[in-house]
Structures are given as C-alpha cells and as structure tokens.
C-alpha cells in the first residue's frame, strides 16, 4: 500500500451539514475501496489565491490514506464529478 494525501476546495457556500456529507462522502470513497484514512485535517473557510467560478472562498480539506496504486484515479474521478469540489490534488506522499 502506498501513502497518498489529498487536498480538496469544497464551495463556501455551502451549509456546514453539507459540506461534513462531502468530507464524509470521500471518506466512504477510500474506505469502500479498500484505503485506509490515516487524517483528515480540516483547515476551515479561507481566500482563494484567484476566484474559481466567481467564487473567493472555498473550504480547505487535507486527507491522508494509505491505499492501493488504483484508488487515486477513482478518487479524482469523483472529485470532478462533483458540482461541490472547487478544485482537488491527490499525491503520493514520500516515506
């Protein structure tokens, strides 16, 4: 299993129940496919370095998971599928 961290841009917008169901939504996406979460830091509301869509804030997510070399892809297709993710970044973490 290899180490992987991803960072995600959740709408501002959004209520903070919807935006606890997008963590917890990619939460299920590793664990359903066999990752296991190491973190998951929640940096909170803050500015947007350029507006994406004329939006200036965004909600900052940092998720580490150990998983197999297929779960990424899979986890980035979610990520562009969904209308709530602003803009997303999975890596593989060095050891």
Known sequence: MNQYEALYI???ALTEEATRESIEKFKGIVEANG??????DEW???????????K???TY???????APE??????RNYKNDEKILRYMVTVKEA
């Open 10 to 12: 959740i709408d501002a």
């Open 35 to 40: 990752g296991e979460i190491v973190a998951v």
């Open 44 to 54: 909170g509301k803050r500015k947007l370095a350029y507006p994406i869509d004329y």
């Open 56 to 58: 200036t804030e965004g």
């Open 61 to 67: 997510v940092l998720m580490s998971f150990n998983s």
């Open 71 to 76: 779960l990424p892809r899979e986890l980035e």
